[in-house]
């Protein structure tokens, strides 16, 4: 893999790059869509090329109970196992692991847990996570890291962070192939000093990315944003710098401003499949009764495939009829409105005027888009990510 940076905003720390991979290259900043045991659900490769998307996120904790990452390395590795031709990345599991707490039982050997499928008994060490990953065959894997739920004690934070550290040293330690760029994790919770001392640390061990893990978990987006804010400056500016799991649109914006190169979230598709479609001007949520008779589109500025073919109407039927078209569609119309939006900010960033396109997003939304942020998120629970949101 190889990064170089391009343009940085004036007003910002936003920035253009351009990542390049065996398998292409991506214009940065950038979107990976979130592809749990290999698709993105309902949507096939030529789906995700046409949308604009060149790099997606695999999880190999699923990927690893079934059907096994030794299948998928006899198979030829993803990308052959799953015909997508573009760069893939694939997360350590740590994040999987965790979000299953009652189910698993954390040391610094390891971690033994539970399968969410069957109740199954599983260990994964650092070194066992590498192997996973190196079987897997992504462009881009990550270190194995603790990430603990927010709200959490400080002792419990420190605790995550030391081990952190300490296994992604193990991680880096055993890598084997070297056609795959291992990505470090700096956790450290809702605490400045751990934070800081998280990513000094990941980045003295060194490597060919840095990622802010640790965040969409359960704290406010003001949290969120102080802790990029402490953590940012640290991480080399010539090295990719990935914040997991995040991806509402507002913290896109806020993560580019603060000079994030790439985000991934399961937004896009779970809120397609919740009936959550993405506008300019706010979210719809299709399932309402005032779509009945709707003859737009989705949105009338949109150019994407659905936007251009079915009405508002027809798009609520097919859902209140429970037609597993109706996921699909909508999920299309949701990747392509986040494959967009990617697109336009990095033109901003090209042209100079992020500070612009910041501001004319946030008018667009106006106050019904924290009132509609909110409602989402009781809709899908408390807006803390889980295992099962994959």
């Keep these: 893999m190889d990064f170089s940076v391009g343009q940085t905003d004036r007003h910002s720390q936003a920035r253009l790059g351009m990542l390049r991979t065996s398998h292409g290259q991506v214009e940065t900043p950038a979107f990976m869509p979130v592809g749990t045991l290999g698709p993105v659900k309902g949507i096939d490769p030529h789906d995700l090329q046409q949308l604009g998307f060149g790099l997606v996120l695999n999880n190999a904790y699923h990927l690893y109970l079934r059907p096994g990452h030794k299948v998928v390395a006899e198979m030829g590795g993803l990308h052959r196992f799953t015909g997508w031709p573009g760069a893939i990345l694939t997360d350590s599991g740590g994040f999987q692991i965790f979000s299953l707490a009652k189910l698993c039982k954390i040391t610094d050997d390891g971690v033994s847990f539970q399968s969410h499928l069957d109740g199954s008994t599983h260990f994964i060490a650092p070194e066992t996570a590498i192997e996973i990953e190196e079987a897997l065959g992504a462009d881009i894997i990550m270190a194995f890291d603790q990430c603990v739920a927010l709200p959490a004690e400080q002792g419990v934070v420190r605790d995550a962070v030391r081990r952190t550290t300490l296994w992604a040293a193990r991680c880096q330690n055993s890598r084997r192939r070297t056609d795959q760029a291992l990505f470090g994790i700096a956790q450290g919770g809702l ?101 009945l008779r709707d003859e737009q589109p989705i949105d009338p500025d949109c150019g994407c495939p659905v936007c251009t073919r079915y009405s508002r109407a027809y798009l609520h039927h097919l859902y209140n009829v429970k037609e597993m078209l109706a996921s699909r569609l909508n999920t299309v119309h949701n990747l392509w409105y986040f494959s967009d939006f990617m697109r336009r900010m990095r033109l901003a960033i090209a042209g100079g005027t992020f500070a612009d396109f910041r501001e004319t997003f946030y008018r667009a939304q106006g106050r019904e888009s924290a009132d509609l942020t909110a409602l989402a998120e009781a809709e899908t629970g408390t807006g803390r990510r889980t295992v099962r949101d994959f």
């Design 191 to 291: 605490d400045p000093d751990l934070r800081l001392m998280s990513a000094r640390q990941i980045v003295e061990i060194g490597f060919d990315g840095y990622a802010i893990g640790g965040l969409s978990v359960g704290e406010t987006r003001e949290q969120m944003y102080r802790m990029l804010d402490v953590t940012m400056p640290e991480l080399p500016r010539n090295k990719p710098r990935y914040l997991m799991g995040v991806g509402m649109p507002e913290n896109l914006i806020e993560g580019v401003a603060r000079g994030i190169d790439l985000f991934d979230c399961v937004v896009p598709s779970r809120h397609g499949r919740t009936g959550w479609l993405f506008t300019g001007f706010g979210r719809v949520s299709i399932k309402q009764a005032r779509y």
